[in-house]
């Protein structure tokens, strides 16, 4: 049974540039949750998804854009990318109603 | 911001020995829970302990929570080399939001 799966893995991009990021949930997760870490601190909450619409959002601006389909998988989309955009990118799913999360690897973007 | 404070930021100790992190929060919470994360990579869900527990058992963890104190503590017991890694506490509030609030996180190293 496959876990979260995320990608790319890895990714470098140039500033003012566009990136968009992507998510599996786990099997018979629904919700799909975004989150930053920067080096050396704890994620930090960017918007989660539920029936294909976004249900909370974090403290983001709005060059931070989602999408969920059908299928319950999920982009992340990043405009005008800032150098401070530069950070660990990860996703985590879970079941409407359930306290359980999980994450995926995650998607270490860097921008120059 | 970040809800929880963890405690200490670094901890490094010998391979047999017992690693005790603490967290700390500020608002009332429906649970709290703690993950692993190795390399900055994906974060491991470890352990939840929901606000009506006080203590909880997974193996060599144990997990604490003083919801008077507003604060938690993981223990691992005879810790090996394969434990180092970053731990994070964090807290899903009772408001129905769905956001999980991380700390920054403590850095165990364990010495072989």
């Known amino acids: 049974d496959a876990g979260v799966t995320q990608s790319p893995t890895h990714l470098i991009k140039t500033r003012g540039q566009q990136v968009t990021l992507r998510c599996s949930p786990k099997?018979?997760?629904?919700?799909v949750s975004w989150y930053q870490q920067a080096l050396g601190q704890g994620p930090q909450f960017i918007f989660q998804?539920?029936?294909?619409?976004?249900?909370q959002r974090g403290n983001f601006p709005d060059r931070f854009s989602g999408h969920q389909f059908p299928n319950y998988s999920s982009e992340l989309n990043v405009n005008a990318l800032l150098l401070g955009d530069s950070a660990l990118y990860l996703c985590?799913?879970?079941?409407?109603?359930?306290?359980?999360?999980?994450f995926g690897s995650g998607t270490r973007l860097t921008v120059v | 911001s970040q809800q929880g404070e963890e405690d200490p930021q670094a901890l490094s100790i010998q391979e047999g020995e017992n690693a005790t992190m603490n967290c700390s929060y500020k608002?009332?919470?429906?649970?709290l829970q703690w993950y692993r994360q190795n390399s900055g990579r994906g974060l491991v869900h470890l352990i939840l302990?929901?606000?009506?527990?006080r203590e909880k058992h997974s193996g060599r963890l144990r997990v604490t929570l003083d919801t008077s104190k507003k604060s938690s503590s993981l223990l691992i017991t005879a810790s090996r080399a394969a434990d180092t890694a970053s731990y994070f506490c964090?807290?899903?509030?009772?408001?129905?939001?769905?956001?999980?609030?991380f700390g920054s996180g403590t850095r165990l190293l364990v010495r072989p």
């Open positions: 985590a799913s879970s079941l409407q109603g359930a306290d359980g999360y999980t």
């Open positions: 099997s018979g997760h629904d919700t």
């Open positions: 998804y539920y029936e294909e619409e976004e249900r």
């Open positions: 608002t009332s919470i429906n649970n």
């Open positions: 302990i929901r606000s009506n527990e």
């Open positions: 964090a807290t899903a509030r009772g408001d129905s939001s769905y956001k999980l609030i």
